[in-house]
């Protein structure tokens, strides 16, 4: 049958129609993900080298791995490939930045001198597109940072560069928030850690308790920024000890009030972070969540619609978290068209929480409430072969983006056009 709109509308109303059945209301699934913002990150469309120095090396214990033509090399160029990215994606949507892509007319900014005035170009183009931006300090890429570490380094004269550096990002969030309408979340990060098994695992962690007091010191409008602190279980360089911890941060983010970032790739392998959501939720307002996807180690490919991508969006609707997670992307890969991986990552993660959103709920719990496991389990299984694809379609020809494959036509036209003459 061929996508037309009458052919895209039969399908749906058959879907419709089936997913009634099971008490099921198909359109109010659709406004609710219609209201759901991802925040796209900005690093994939140039593989995290930001506009301080296009020619440095990539820091940190990261790595971007491939050559596809067409790397943004401008603010101009990776704005322009966000907006072409965005037209493929239904919905509203944010954007993730990082410090390292301020603009600052050529000139010599260090980052412990930021100030939202170099973010004004990205300020200017999100109030024109709708969009709400959220922020990343850059504790990675820097002379300052080569060694490892930044907020918990032994020299005080660094750590207090890099203390400078976060608060000056928290301010730029604010001024974000402010601008937009909408909370910024500025979300912390160190790559700190040894590459072999150290002997003191202590002394480090009190330094960057230190360092994060100081830069948490002043209070921040949450109408404007809310802070996170983000985890990571090992890194190229500190694979035998990461000094931001996952317990490290779980706690320091209950004693103070902030919001904990689970990162989808930085946990271990058999570690599942859709089993960690409620547990954290039970004591935390709200969190930061990162969506990649790690294979075999953190290595943060493309997300697709997997399994795990299904349990997180299950458990952010059905434990009714949605208000209280802020939804992000993190992964960076140069093998193949980046705007195709904004778009094949962000259309997963829809895609997941438009699944879940179709569940009968209130059946489920029903069965499971009165210890019928039998019946939870079938009709779990019944509902992986139900036509969610024609009620993702529809939402696709309504939102006004291309419906199916279509969307991947017009990101080669795009290469062809633009990205093969960079």
Sequence with gaps: MPNTP????????????????????????????????????????DDV??????????????????????????PQEL????????????????????????????????????????????MDWAKAHGLGLDFNPTFFSHSQAASGFTLSHRDAAIRAFWIEHGIRCRKIGAAFGEALGTPCVTNQWIPDGYKDTPVDRKAPRERLAESLDAIFAQPLDARFN????EAKLFGIGSESYVVGSHEFYLGYAFEHRKLVCLDTGHFHPTEMVSDKISSVLTWLDEILLHVSRGVRWDSDHVVTFTDELQ???????????????HLGLDYFDASINRVAAWVIGTRAVLKALLFALLEPIERLREFEDAGDYTSRLALLEELKSLPFGAVWDLYCLKAGVPVGEAWLGETKNYERDVLMKR
């Design 6 to 45: 009458k052919s895209l509308e039969q399908a749906f109303a058959l879907a419709q129609e089936r997913y009634g059945s099971l008490g099921v209301d198909v359109g109010l699934a659709l406004k609710r993900l219609a209201t759901i913002p991802i925040s796209l990150q900005c690093w994939q469309g």
């Design 311 to 325: 349990a997180i969006a299950a458990e952010l609707v059905r434990g009714q978290y949605l208000d209280r997670v």
């Design 226 to 229: 809310r802070d996170a602190v």
């Design 79 to 122: 704005r322009a490939d966000l907006e072409k990215a965005l037209s493929l994606i239904p919905g509203r949507h944010r954007l993730n930045l990082h410090a390292c892509y301020a603009e600052t007319d050529n000139r010599k900014v260090d980052r412990n001198e930021l100030e939202p005035t170099h973010f004004q170009g990205w």
């Design 49 to 74: 080298t930001g506009f301080e120095n296009n020619t440095g090396e990539l820091g940190g214990g990261l790595a971007v791995t491939g050559n596809y033509p067409g790397r943004a090399r401008s």
